[in-house]
């Protein structure tokens, strides 16, 4: 009987959190040009931008010089493999305050100078999915918004809402000021 009642409870718990996860639709930000994702298109969001003083195809050469990563990025400590449309990368994400996560996820879009973006799942799908996008936008008057956001869905992603919020905007905030100094500084 024991058992019984510890599967319903947990069917229950996962029930939940996956109506949850489906109806979040939030942001960090008040700004609106953030886009649906390609493969997630709701779900949880977080979304940062900065504006900066370079043209877009400066920032795509220090954005995808990867070997320098470890240097400067606070954020994506290293990415490893061919970012091509369909292949796998490697990635060493670390949000603030925690370890770092080894993620191998499936390039999505990888555009010279406007776009890279990938989709990384922990274990199976719809567990806790992530699909990050880089999305680089030509002011027209010599400078670049930088816009770097992820659309999140899995039955995990009510009970990690907090890291999302804090952690992970924090670490979208730091890597793209990092980017900024970097990119002016050339």
């Given amino acids: 009987m024991n058992n019984k009642i510890l599967f319903i409870l947990l069917a229950c718990i996962i029930a939940i959190a996956g109506a949850n996860a489906k109806n979040m639709n939030t942001k960090n930000t008040t700004t609106a040009s953030a886009t649906a994702g ?24 220090v954005l995808t010089d990867f070997e320098a990563y470890p240097t400067w990025n606070p954020f994506i400590k290293s990415i490893k493999g061919k970012p091509a449309v369909g292949q ?20 999505l879009q990888f555009q010279q100078g406007k776009e890279f973006r990938w989709i990384g ?60 100094e970097r990119v002016e500084g050339i």
Avoid: C
Wanted: proline share 4%; no cysteine; charged share 25%.
């Fill in 38 to 61: 390609e493969v997630i298109t709701n779900g949880k969001m977080v979304y940062t931008e900065i504006t900066i003083k370079a043209t877009p195809a400066k920032v795509w050469q």
């Fill in 88 to 107: 796998h990368i490697e990635a060493l994400l670390q949000v603030p305050g925690s370890k770092g996560m080894v993620f191998k996820p499936r390039v």
């Fill in 121 to 180: 799942k922990l274990g199976v799908g719809y567990l806790f999915d992530g699909e990050h996008t880089f999305r680089l936008q030509d002011n027209g008057d010599g400078t670049t918004t930088f816009m770097q956001y992820e659309h999140f869905r899995g039955i995990l992603i009510p009970f990690m809402k907090k890291m999302l919020d804090v952690q992970t905007a924090e670490g979208f905030r730091q890597m793209n000021q990092k980017l900024k």
